[in-house]
């Protein structure tokens, strides 16, 4: 079960003007559920997209990122079940053929198709299931998808993850909805992850890339399962531009620093849910690294404790073993590091204090914090007044048996 993330209720979804989304089930995945999306952007629509730094990307990124360098997109094919990646040319090919055949029944350019797969990896995507399912997910397009999509875009997510929120620009309400997909292959480093954000805001294209880029900085590239980057992450984020107010043209303006507060908070709660619902996931851990040199430094700290099976299995247990937590700030590589400035807490907790087990520190204290369904980690490195925060859970057997049992 995830974290303390209720189910996804469709009534707290709110619509785009200018977007629709169309499900379909194209028997992709071998459960008899919905496992193909298409969304539609109305003309004039202008799209940001971050995807993997993974040198192995697959193929729909390779393509997405062509197509977009081309063309502004107005078709976004997403199908789950399978992530069309180490097929070399001929998942190129076969992602081409699945937005050819959008674009023939759209009647647009096939480079205004993006494509984007998650699944297993290795196999062949099945084009002609695909293409067959097509006219049904044209058919089905609907403003009012949100809550089918978002479910159809699962994997081994447990949980549908979408949010919605509303904010005032120039007297004008403006409406930001996003959803996203992940549980395991956890660790988006660009920005198996998908993320799709919309918004009705007015905004230039140079303005929409920052606020997508700062917000997925602090959200979607803070956040880990298992250390592993997926070779298909992808992260949108497109303005439609119906709202009634002046185009936003500065990203220091009041507007756009308006417009990236929701943004960012949005990511910041889609990056959580997937945190939240991390595959046997029974914790959700903050990891927060103070007092550093640099963010660079407290971020790389943060992400040695967050990556220790160590430290997350203890969690799992229960088990307020700091030692395991010690020795991971002392190997993440931090050049001329003293230890005996470091002070470490379990929430309020303090575990250890300059280098060496706190003085009022008692292992029932550790034990109340570590039996919590939520633990905050804060290390004070003492070396200067950068800090940063990572996201993370635990490692239970469900993780093992999940990735043991993936591909049967």
Same mark, same amino acid.
């Given at each position: 079960?995830?974290?303390?993330?209720?189910?996804?209720?469709?009534?707290?979804?709110? $619509?785009?003007?200018?977007?629709?989304?169309?499900?379909?089930?194209?028997?992709?995945?071998?459960?008899?559920?919905?496992?193909?999306?298409?969304?539609?952007?109305?003309?004039?629509?202008?799209?940001?997209?971050?995807?993997?730094?993974?040198?192995?990307?697959?193929?729909?990124?390779?393509?997405?990122?062509?197509?977009?360098?081309?063309?502004?997109?107005?078709?976004?094919?997403?199908?789950?079940?399978?992530?069309?990646?180490?097929?070399?040319?001929?998942?190129?090919?076969?992602?081409?053929?699945?937005?050819?055949?959008?674009?023939?029944?759209?009647?647009?350019?096939?480079?205004?198709?993006?494509?984007?797969?998650?699944?297993?990896?290795?196999?062949?995507?099945?084009?002609?299931?695909?293409?067959?399912?097509?006219?049904?997910?044209?058919?089905?397009?609907?403003?009012?998808?949100?809550?089918?999509?978002?479910?159809?875009?699962?994997?081994?997510?447990?949980?549908?993850?979408?949010?919605?929120?509303?904010?005032?620009?120039?007297?004008?309400?403006?409406?930001?909805?996003?959803?996203?997909?992940?549980?395991?292959?956890?660790?988006?480093?660009?920005?198996?992850?998908?993320?799709?954000?919309?918004?009705?805001?007015? $905004?230039?294209?140079?303005?929409?890339?920052?606020?997508?880029?700062?917000?997925?900085?602090?959200?979607?590239?803070?956040?880990?399962?298992?250390?592993?980057?997926?070779?298909?992450?992808?992260?949108?984020?497109?303005?439609?531009?119906?709202?009634?107010?002046?185009?936003?043209?500065?990203?220091?303006?009041?507007?756009?620093?308006?417009?990236?507060?929701?943004?960012?908070?949005?990511?910041?709660?889609?990056?959580?849910?997937?945190?939240?619902?991390?595959?046997?996931?029974?914790?959700?851990?903050?990891?927060?690294?103070?007092?550093?040199?640099?963010?660079?430094?407290?971020?790389? /700290?943060?992400?040695?404790?967050?990556?220790?099976?160590?430290?997350?299995?203890?969690?799992?247990?229960?088990?307020?073993?700091?030692?395991?937590?010690?020795?991971?700030?002392?190997?993440?590589?931090?050049?001329?590091?003293?230890?005996?400035?470091?002070?470490?807490?379990?929430?309020?907790?303090?575990? /250890?204090?300059?280098?060496?087990?706190?003085?009022?520190?008692?292992?029932?204290?550790?034990?109340?914090?570590?039996?919590?369904?939520?633990?905050?980690?804060?290390?004070?490195?003492?070396?200067?007044?950068?800090?940063?925060?990572?996201?993370?859970?635990?490692?239970?057997?469900?993780?093992?048996?999940?990735?043991?049992?993936?591909?049967?």
């Amino acid at each position: 079960m995830p974290v303390n993330l209720p189910p996804l209720k469709q009534d707290g979804l709110l $619509v785009i003007n200018g977007i629709k989304l169309g499900i379909a089930n194209a028997g992709i995945k071998k459960e008899n559920h919905p496992d193909l999306v298409l969304i539609e952007l109305a003309g004039g629509t202008i799209t940001s997209a971050v995807y993997t730094q993974n040198a192995f990307c697959a193929a729909p990124v390779t393509v997405a990122k062509q197509h977009q360098a081309q063309a502004t997109p107005r078709y976004l094919l997403i199908n789950s079940g399978n992530a069309n990646a180490g097929r070399g040319e001929a998942g190129l090919e076969a992602s081409v053929s699945c937005c050819q055949a959008v674009a023939d029944l759209t009647h647009v350019k096939k480079n205004k198709v993006l494509p984007f797969s998650t699944g297993v990896i290795g196999q062949p995507l099945p084009v002609d299931k695909i293409k067959q399912a097509i006219p049904n997910v044209v058919n089905n397009l609907s403003a009012d998808n949100w809550f089918a999509a978002a479910h159809a875009i699962m994997t081994t997510d447990t949980v549908a993850k979408a949010v919605s929120k509303q904010i005032e620009i120039d007297g004008v309400i403006i409406t930001v909805t996003g959803m996203a997909k992940g549980s395991g292959m956890i660790r988006p480093d660009m920005a198996t992850m998908l993320a799709y954000i919309a918004t009705d805001a007015a $905004v230039e294209q140079t303005v929409l890339d920052e606020i997508l880029t700062d917000a997925v900085a602090q959200s979607f590239n803070r956040i880990t399962v298992d250390g592993d980057t997926s070779t298909n992450d992808s992260c949108l984020l497109m303005a439609t531009g119906k709202a009634p107010h002046s185009l936003i043209t500065d990203f220091g303006s009041n507007e756009a620093q308006i417009l990236y507060q929701a943004v960012a908070e949005i990511t910041q709660q889609l990056a959580h849910a997937i945190i939240r619902d991390g595959e046997g996931a029974t914790k959700f851990v903050e990891i927060t690294v103070k007092q550093g040199v640099d963010t660079e430094e407290c971020r790389q /700290v943060a992400y040695t404790i967050a990556h220790s099976p160590l430290v997350k299995t203890a969690l799992f247990a229960s088990d307020p073993n700091w030692g395991r937590i010690l020795a991971a700030v002392g190997r993440a590589g931090i050049e001329d590091f003293d230890l005996s400035n470091v002070t470490i807490y379990l929430d309020n907790v303090c575990i /250890v204090e300059q280098g060496e087990p706190a003085v009022n520190y008692t292992e029932e204290k550790g034990q109340q914090v570590m039996e919590k369904d939520e633990i905050t980690i804060t290390v004070e490195l003492g070396r200067g007044k950068a800090e940063d925060t990572v996201w993370t859970c635990d490692f239970s057997y469900d993780y093992v048996k999940i990735n043991a049992e993936y591909r049967t």
